[in-house]
């Protein structure tokens, strides 16, 4: 089937929503388990809609997760241009062909009208057709008068129409349900659905694949298919995306969940190829359950017949573990690169041991952002009270933790060499001579150098971190400090 054709056409209307990211990997990997054509078209009918710098956020979104499009209004092909605003010479004389067939009709009704409809004890659903039936003579004279008109297309007013979608199977709609819909607006432009149906022909798309809130909008499209006598494409329509709220309950995703932009996730310190790893599974169910994937694993493993009618929740605790995943499986060295923006926010003028501190974090970190919080100790320590030399399991209290950093400091002090192996060889030489458990040294050591019971790595990580100096003057403030409140 290397003739699949799939495309994903935004509306740049502001963030990318991981619902349209969702949708355009889906359709990414449909085409390339093909072998076939992904295609980026831009639908940008809705003029009012438009925001300032949307396209570019979709180019950058689509870069940074690794998906590219095969044809594009930045990479051109056969079919172009591939934005719907440099189409719109193309689409009038489509609606007037329909027109002249009889399938579809001037409507000249005002805006006030419309509006009259939807007011007062009688509230009419949709359109009233008020125009369907104009006789020729009145829709000539408008035009020629200069009235302003809409194009609508004529629905069937009885019967069903069915279609058969690859994830929920046959759907049938009442005819009676489908209102009049607009084809072309009166500044000249075409609606989302027609330019939709126009240019997924012209474009020659096989594959379209969408949300299901579309799928009791499918019979318009096909009814435009059926009008110019052409071939239906194959529709896949995704499950919804939903949130959890905080009774238990869960409703369709939005930002009162969390982030649900995908530039706001990768600023919360999620990466993108978990972003997409994760966003695949919303909706997809590998044949082996696996969970773990690279974009062109899913490549590989992705299949249609896997999608699931049910709606997915968006988990950002699985997110997280997954993004944790990731970072774990990189190399120290690439830790240490993407991890360098935090380590300079913290210490913009220090050059630490960077390998040392990425060897603590990397196992413990979830999310980059998570970084300089985590970090922020090594530049200040925090102000702390001496109830955290206490700890049962360490045999610790505030007397014992004097004996402890009394020994310890000197043996630091003594160091020629400050590296993590020299600080771990002459702390863990005193616990025998103390005859106390190593736990019992360490915990004191740790808190006088964190200032904090819960740390990136234990005493002598954060010791080599500091330095000498830092580590040493830390210890003796602790040691001063205990001493202070044992007199008291």
Known sequence: MKDV???FAPSPTGFMHVGNLRTALYEYLIAKSFNGKFVLRIEDTDQERLVEGAVQVIYDTLKQVGIFHDEGPDVGGDFGPYIQSKRKNLYLPYAQELVKSGKAYYCFCSKERLDSMHKGEHVFEGYDRHCRDLSQEEVDKQLAAGTPYVIRQKMPMTGFTTFTDVVYGEITIENTELEDQILIKSDGYPTYNFANVVDDHLMGITHVVRGCEYLTSTPKYNLLYEAYGWKLPTYVHLPMIMGKNEDGSVSKLSKRHGSTGFVDLVNEGYLPEAIVNYIALLGWCPKDNREIFTLSELAEYFSVDGISKSPAVF????????????????????????????????????????????????????????????????????????????????????????????????????????????????LLALPEKLEVKNGTLLWPVRIAAAGMTVTPGGAIEILTILGKAEAIKRLNMGLKKLKDENKE
């Open 5 to 7: 054709r799939t495309r």
């Open 315 to 426: 988990d950002y605790d699985k997110l997280t573990w997954m993004n944790g995943e990731y970072l774990r499986a990189m190399t120290l060295d690439g830790f240490t690169q993407l991890a360098m923006p935090s380590y300079k926010k913290v210490f913009p003028d220090q050059d630490l041991d960077w390998g040392v501190l990425s060897s603590i974090l990397q196992p413990r970190v979830t999310k980059l952002n998570q970084i300089a919080d985590m970090i922020h100790f090594f530049k200040e320590l925090p102000e702390y009270s001496t109830e955290l030399f206490i700890n049962k399991k360490s045999k610790t209290n505030t007397t014992n933790s004097v004996t402890m950093l009394e020994a310890a400091i000197p043996v630091l002090e003594s160091l020629d060499y400050w590296t993590t192996e020299s600080i771990h060889d002459a």
